[in-house]
Structure formats: structure tokens, C-alpha cells
């Protein structure tokens, strides 16, 4: 099986991707934004992801093309299938990983649980939601969001009048989306991988942490969350999956209500930083199994490898040094530590890397990892 996967993105999901590809024997190049990322290793292009013709001429060179994000216009993804070069997921899946108010009305279609919503296109619209919903709601942008951005709780019609007076300027009209400010006891995210002939397979599901909107920590398992919770989590992602046609990797980011509801947050239709504990923790990776989804090779076992995984994300990173700087202190103190940089420069805010630890004892693990992790906080 002589296959080249091409990835378009050259960020730390990219990266990830390599090792995993080394051990299939599966060739993978990079179609990078700039010189200098995360996945440089195996970049043989460099280009905009939104040129037709630099992703054309990087999508001819490979069998197959995933993502690292979802932000490839439309029409780009387009034109790759009409020249006949697979595409997974594909434009029809991903629309709805770019577009949140089409994935929350196609999300209601298929039956699947979500917060209450509203397409809105005048503060007077968001005030009659406010009305209805206790004063409070959550007001986010229809694309281009992560990470916390593009998303505000208002308690106010005017406090996203900026955000109306853009969609004005920008001329092509559209609206905000604006749902309940949901009650919930934790947030939780539920990954699987589909492959194009149809089968899917599910992780456990995992408990997410997040700070200022970042993802934080991962525990893996979630918590008590065996029994009914696990059940709905894994319904859901496997309808959303089916219903959307989605091939490869698939997160499902959860609220589970403090009056025990499980709804549908946000979707990723690429590996994602809930699943980054799979690299130590599964007896398959999220980053193998999307290969293995792309390419339509039969899926991996997804069990944990040990009882309890917990992953923390390096947010920032050591001042005026990397991650690897501090390598040879934070595994003399914590052995039992696996540490991925993706060689990036630290930066307020940014992830450059991720620390994950594993074990039988859900407390040591927790003090493992975060003492680890802290070895790269200033």
C-alpha cells in the first residue's frame, strides 16, 4: 500500500500526524501557510489555503487530502472533488464544521440535542431571544471561531452591536447566532473516526477543562460518566457522524446540564485537542486512526491503555525559552510524563505543546501532570 496523504495546514495537528504516518508506511506532505510551522518536517508546499491554484497544484501530488483546520473555502474544497481527488471529510461534511448556524439547523433536523438557538440579524432580535431566556445568553459568529474567540455571554441587545455592524460592512448580509446560556455541571467531548466505507468506532468519552475558553485539561475517562452519560455521548457523535457523512476524526464538544441533558456544543471534523491523551493513553491514536479513516483502512482498537489519562495543555510556555529547554528538570521530577512540543515560540496565550500522563490512581495522575506541565508555566 503505497499511499501519500496530503494535509492542508501546517499546525501542530499536522505534526502529529507525521510519526503516526512513519509507522504505517504511509508518505504524508504539508501544504503550510508559512515556512517555519509546526509540521515544517513534512511541508513540500508552502501556500495559501485559500488559492485555488497552490492547493490544486499541492492536491495533485498526493491520493488523498485532509485538514489540520477547517478553514478551506468552500469553493476550493470543491474543485478538488470535481478534479477527482478525494477529499476527507468532504465539502458536504465540513460546511458544517465552518458554518455554526447551518450546523445547529442541521443538527436539529437529525433529532440531536443542542441549547436553544436563534439566527439573529438585528439587536431587536437579540433582545426578544434576551427576553425569553432569562436576560443572558451566548452570542457567537456564524465562522471563522475557536478557541474562544468569536464567542461572547451578553446580557444586553448592544453588546454585540460591533459584531452586527461588521456583518453590514462586509455586504453579503447574514446573521449572528445566539443560544441559551446553558447551565452545565461540566463540559465534555466525545471523539470518533468514520471511514468512508461506513464503519465507525468511539473513544471513551473525556472530561475537558477550560480557561478563558481554552482547553485547559483532559481527563480520560470522564469521571462517572460510564452508564447513561457514556451511552448518550456516543449516540450522539455516532448520528451526527452518519447524518453529516463525515470520514475521519470527529469531536463532539458536550455540555452535560446540572438537570442531566447531554448537548451538542461545537463540532471538529479533524483530530482534535480533546483527543491529544490518545497518543499515550489508546491502544489507537486519533492521529493514526484519521489516517487509517482517510485511506479507508479498517479501524484500530480504541481502548485505554491504562485506567486513568490526563492531558494538560502548555499555554504561553516558558518565558524567553521552549519547551525543550526545560525537558531535562521536568523529566528528572516526573518520569512517568510524556512530553510533545510543537515547536512553536512561546507566546501569551498560545499552545506550544502539551504534557500527558497515565496510571492506575486518577489523583497521582493529576498531580503528575500538572506538576509536570507547571515546569513550562512563568
Not at 447513561?228 to 449516540?235: P, W
Not at 448520528?239 to 438537570?259: C, S
Not at 484500530?300 to 531535562?328: E, F, K
Amino acid at each position: 500500500m503505497a499511499k501519500t496523504v496530503g494535509v492542508i495546514g501546517g499546525g501542530q495537528l499536522a505534526r502529529m500526524m507525521i510519526p503516526a504516518a512513519l509507522e504505517l508506511g504511509v508518505s504524508i506532505r504539508v501544504l503550510a501557510e508559512t515556512e517555519g510551522m509546526s509540521a515544517s518536517i513534512a511541508a513540500s508546499a508552502v501556500g495559501d489555503y485559500r488559492d485555488l491554484d497552490a492547493v490544486l497544484e499541492f492536491a495533485r501530488t498526493v491520493d488523498v487530502v485532509t485538514f489540520d483546520h477547517e478553514h478551506v473555502p468552500q469553493p476550493v474544497l470543491r474543485a478538488l472533488v470535481e478534479e477527482g481527488i478525494p477529499v476527507h471529510p468532504g465539502p458536504d461534511a465540513l460546511q458544517y464544521a465552518q458554518d455554526k448556524l447551518l450546523m445547529r439547523q442541521k443538527l436539529s433536523e437529525l433529532g440531536v440535542p443542542v441549547p436553544e438557538w436563534a439566527a439573529v440579524e438585528s439587536p431587536e432580535q437579540l433582545d426578544a431571544f434576551l427576553k425569553d431566556h432569562g436576560g443572558r445568553a451566548v452570542v457567537k459568529t456564524a465562522r471563522g471561531g475557536y478557541d474562544g474567540k468569536g464567542v461572547r455571554v451578553i446580557g444586553g441587545p448592544t453588546e454585540a452591536d460591533d459584531w452586527f455592524a461588521a456583518l453590514a460592512e462586509d455586504g453579503n448580509g447574514g446573521s449572528l447566532l445566539v443560544e441559551e446560556l446553558v447551565d452545565f455541571r461540566r463540559e465534555l467531548a466525545q471523539q470518533v473516526a468514520r471511514r468512508p466505507s461506513g464503519d465507525i468506532v468511539p473513544w471513551p468519552v473525556v472530561e475537558t477543562v477550560q480557561r478563558d475558553g481554552i482547553c485547559a485539561e483532559v481527563v480520560a475517562p470522564a469521571p462517572g460518566a460510564a452508564g447513561r452519560v457514556a451511552e448518550l455521548s456516543e449516540d450522539i457523535a455516532f448520528r451526527i457522524a452518519e447524518g453529516l457523512g463525515v470520514t475521519g476524526a470527529l469531536a463532539v464538544e458536550l455540555f452535560e446540564t446540572r438537570d442531566g441533558r447531554v448537548l451538542v456544543n461545537e463540532l471538529a471534523m479533524r483530530p482534535h485537542n480533546s483527543g491529544h491523551w490518545t497518543i499515550d493513553g489508546s491502544t489507537t491514536s486519533q492521529f493514526e486512526q484519521h489516517l487509517r479513516a482517510v485511506l479507508d483502512l479498517p479501524l484500530g482498537a480504541t481502548g485505554t491503555l491504562r485506567p486513568w489519562s490526563m492531558m494538560i495543555n502548555v499555554l504561553g510556555g516558558p518565558d524567553g525559552a521552549t519547551m525543550p529547554d526545560r525537558y531535562a528538570e521536568a523529566m528528572r521530577e516526573h518520569p512517568t510524563a510524556k512530553f510533545h512540543s510543537y515547536q512553536k515560540e512561546s507566546r501569551p496565550g498560545r499552545k506550544v505543546g502539551h504534557v500527558t500522563v497515565c496510571g492506575d490512581d486518577l489523583d497521582e495522575v493529576a498531580y503528575q501532570a500538572r506538576g509536570a506541565a507547571a515546569f513550562f508555566d512563568d
